[in-house]
């Protein structure tokens, strides 16, 4: 008569229902959706059914029925079957913990899965030849003489498991390695407790502590949540796409970037911001079952489809929430949002796609109301583009590759040129010329500004000292400043030392800064400009009419030069209103004492009106483009021998 002592299997049997459970429960919401989650899923499946059958077989052969030998006999070979998965799906789901293409691990995985197909064939024929076990017509339970086969295949499977951590280890995170190691020793550690006391059955038990362990560490499925929203986390969207990609399968993206949640933490409190979060991520998540939802960064949601059906559904239904009003604890609230469409999202490439949905949503201008803008061939062009250029843009500092031309202003008044702009020009090996609106854009993004603008500004002293003689001619020559740079007052302090580094004269340079940065009230601007003005530089408003002009602000700051923008001169043909506009602007700044300069001249008709009008100063085609530097050297040296070009 055999007698084991069930207490331990029990236990980890009740171990195993609890994490079955949890994991259910939650899986069953949120629809975890990746290979490692499925397999994980099997995995606790399979060791439920395999701890629960070892308890079973154990009482059946504990009672020794005559009548109860076929069932015995049916439940231990299921046993048997059960115990050939589970090491297997053990190795399986480890797999998944590593960064390869699935295509790889399957073809491994192969491989590893003969041997149990092999045992398996021994298993389901063990009723005839009794090689592992048999059950007499007594009930009685015997030992076959292959019996330690069982033991023999999970020994070795726990060490294919670690040597598989140990092979690929760079592909596995140190945290996944530990925990398959602590795992392993938790399970041996009872299998040979129960090897030693072989009325013990504390194998089902390191199973139930061990599936306990992964589940809490690497298993976790609420580990993938962000818990406010209630969303899956960036960390998870991460894995998940780079899973897709590496699986080759369609991608497709409606993201949801919220551009009032600022304002509305702040005007209406952050737990209205919260409470909109909330209620946003519920209905999403109700929206379709195939739909995944996640909640990247601070103020964005992304829902991940997989095929075009859903991808259309979804859009429309987002779109139609985020019309209406939200009710919250401070009243219905508007909540725009800028939604992106992207299908096969799979294509960009690896770690843009944050950056992609930004720059999307940029393109938007107006985020007063709820907007959709869907990504088309042109706009990932667009971006991959800017892409190329970004990461050019390092080796162009580093190698200085930019050049500098100037564009000559003229003065109707004097009859010849009387200032220079510098304007930046870039080359890329292969894409050609960059207009600077795209890369000094860029720079100004990602900080690379301060580096370019010391490049050229020091490229522009050199010019002047080498040619110093063009400074008899034209006042001054203007260097654009972008607003990241003025309000770094040691970049400012750095641009002025460069004057006294190669011993020029102050007043041979005027800054030019764009009516956005001198709207942009600071402390930090004053001093700025309070250092420019001391050195002897002055200063140019460029761009006046572009933007919202807070002319008060304006009217503050020290400025020696107004430049009109050209978007006011384009309309002067048909709009009566902005001619008169233009000219009345002209005559204040002018009474003003500020030297006007209109930019973007082309046309003739445009020169006689502003002639007319009472502006002196013109920039533009009409005169002459942007010239290289021996280029408008050669152009001043004309005029100073009294035959100008123009
Ligand atoms: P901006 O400061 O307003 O410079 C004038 C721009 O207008 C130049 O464009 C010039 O080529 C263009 N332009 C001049 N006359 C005409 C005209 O008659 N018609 C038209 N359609 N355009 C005209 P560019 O060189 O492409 O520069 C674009 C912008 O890039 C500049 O606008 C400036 O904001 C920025 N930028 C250029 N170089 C630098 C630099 O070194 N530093 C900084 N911070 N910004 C720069
Ligand atoms: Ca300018
Ligand atoms: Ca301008």
């Not at 006391?197 to 609420?222: A, E, K």
């Not at 006011?568 to 233009?582: C, D, H, Q, S």
Request: with cysteine.
């Amino acid at each position: 008569m055999i007698t084991y002592n069930l207490d331990f299997l029990i236990a980890g049997l009740v171990l195993l229902l609890i994490v079955f459970y949890h994991y259910w429960e939650y899986d069953n919401k949120q629809r975890l959706d990746s290979t490692n989650n499925r397999i994980f899923r099997f995995f606790i499946a399979t060791a439920l059914a395999d701890v629960s059958f070892d308890l079973l077989s154990s009482v059946l052969i504990m009672d020794e029925r005559p009548g109860l030998a076929n069932m015995t006999n049916l439940v231990l070979t299921i046993f048997y079957i059960l115990q050939l998965v589970y090491p297997l799906a053990l190795v399986f789901y480890a797999q998944t913990l590593r960064e390869v293409s699935f295509d790889k691990i399957k073809k491994e995985m192969l491989v590893w899965t003969l041997p149990p197909a092999l045992i398996l064939c021994l298993v389901l024929s063990n009723s005839w030849t009794g090689l592992l076990f048999s059950v007499d017509v007594g009930g009685v339970y015997h030992h076959g003489p292959l019996y330690l086969l069982m033991y023999g295949y999970a020994f070795v499977y726990a060490w294919v498991l670690i040597l598989l951590t140990l092979i690929h280890k760079k592909e596995l995170s140190k945290r996944s390695v530990a925990v398959l190691w602590e795992f392993l020793l938790i399970e041996s550690g009872c299998v040979l407790y129960q090897a030693l006391h072989s009325s013990c059955l504390t194998t089902g038990f390191g199973i139930g502590i061990g599936v306990t362990v992964l589940y809490l560490t690497i298993g976790n499925p609420s580990s993938y949540m962000d818990h406010m929203t209630g969303a899956f986390d960036k960390h998870y969207f991460d894995t998940w796409f780079h899973e897709q990609r590496l699986k080759d399968k369609p991608v497709h993206m409606i993201t949801i970037t919220l551009p009032r949640l600022q304002h509305i933490n702040r005007v209406m409190g952050t737990h209205v911001g919260n409470q909109l979060l909330k209620q946003i991520t519920e209905t999403l998540q109700q929206i379709d079952p195939h739909v995944q939802v996640f909640w990247v960064s601070g103020k964005k949601f992304f829902l991940v489809m997989q095929t075009l059906a859903d991808y259309e559904r979804t859009r429309d239904e987002v779109m139609a929430f985020f019309r209406k009003t939200f009710d919250t604890d401070g009243g219905p609230v508007a909540f725009p949002a800028i939604i992106c469409g992207i299908i096969h999202g799979e294509r960009l490439p690896e770690n843009s796609f944050l950056a992609y949905v930004d720059y999307m949503a940029g393109l938007v201008k107006n985020s007063r109301e709820t907007v959709l803008i869907q990504s088309d061939d042109k706009m990932m062009n667009g971006f991959l583009y800017e892409r190329k250029i970004d990461i050019f843009l390092r080796e162009a500092i580093d190698r200085d590759l930019f050049d500098v031309y100037y564009q000559p202003i003229y003065s109707l008044e004097k009859g010849g040129y009387v200032t220079l702009e510098a304007l930046s020009r870039l080359w890329h090996p292969s894409l050609g010329y960059v207009p600077p609106d795209v890369f000094i854009t860029l720079a100004e993004k990602n900080g690379q500004i301060l580096k370019i603008g010391l490049l050229q500004f020091r490229r522009v002293c050199r010019f002047v000292k080498e040619n110093e003689w063009i400074m008899r001619e034209i006042r001054n020559i203007k260097f654009n400043l972008s607003p990241v740079e003025i309000l770094e007052y040691d970049h400012v302090k750095a641009l002025l030392d460069i004057i006294r580094e190669f011993g020029l004269n102050p007043s041979y340079f005027q800054f030019e800064i764009t009516e956005t940065a001198a709207t942009e009230y600071s402390a930090q601007l004053f001093e700025a400009l309070d250092l420019i003005q001391k050195a002897g530089v002055t200063l140019c408003l460029d761009d006046f009419g572009s933007g919202y002009a807070n002319l008060d602000m304006i009217l503050k700051l020290p400025f020696a030069c107004i430049k009109i923008d050209r978007s006011l001169l384009r309309g002067l043909g048909e709009e009566p209103k902005v001619a008169f506009f233009y000219h009345s602007l002209v005559s204040v700044l002018n009474a003003m004492h500020y030297r006007v300069v209109a930019e973007g001249v082309e046309t003739e008709e445009e020169k006689d009106k502003l002639s007319q009008w009472g502006v002196d100063m013109i920039q533009g085609f009409y005169f002459s483009k942007p010239l290289s530097s021996p280029e408008i050297a050669a152009l001043l040296k004309d005029q100073s021998a009294g035959n100008p070009r123009s």
